[in-house]
Nanobody, 115 residues
Framework: QVQLVESGGGLVQAGGSLRLSCAAS????????MGWFRQAPGKQRNLVAH???????NYADSVKGRFTISRDNTKNTVYLQMNNLKPEDTAVYYC?????????WGQGTQVTVSS
């Protein structure tokens, strides 16, 4: 059974950085597009970045230029480097395949940015 486990969240001041990691228990990365999603309290879960199996990336306008998604297929891990964080980036961050697979949603990792 494939499981995705997110880590690396925390509390950071505005302008700070965090690096999130998403580790998979199964071999799903090599042939799948992967994405990072986030959900703020009372809001929908939205895609913020995705990466193709070949390494091409795409970002939501709100994080473009500040976030970088990457993957290491040998480690079954996808990363999200977040720089110049803003209070509006506060949310629970999740990873999943693209399109998302319901069974793969994990607990997420909380990111809180203080002003």
């Amino acid at each position: 059974q494939v499981q995705l486990v997110e880590s690396g969240g925390g509390l950071v001041q505005a302008g700070g950085s965090l690096r999130l990691s998403c580790a998979a228990s199964g071999r799903i990365f090599s042939t799948n597009y992967m994405g990072w999603f986030r959900q703020a309290p009372g809001k929908q879960r939205n895609l913020v970045a995705h990466i193709t199996s070949g390494g091409s990336t795409n970002y939501a306008d709100s994080v473009k230029g500040r976030f970088t998604i990457s993957r290491d297929n040998t480690k079954n891990t996808v990363y999200l480097q977040m720089n110049n964080l803003k209070p509006e980036d506060t949310a629970v961050y999740y990873c999943n395949t693209i399109p998302a697979t319901f069974a793969y949603w994990g607990q997420g990792t909380q990111v809180t940015v203080s002003s």
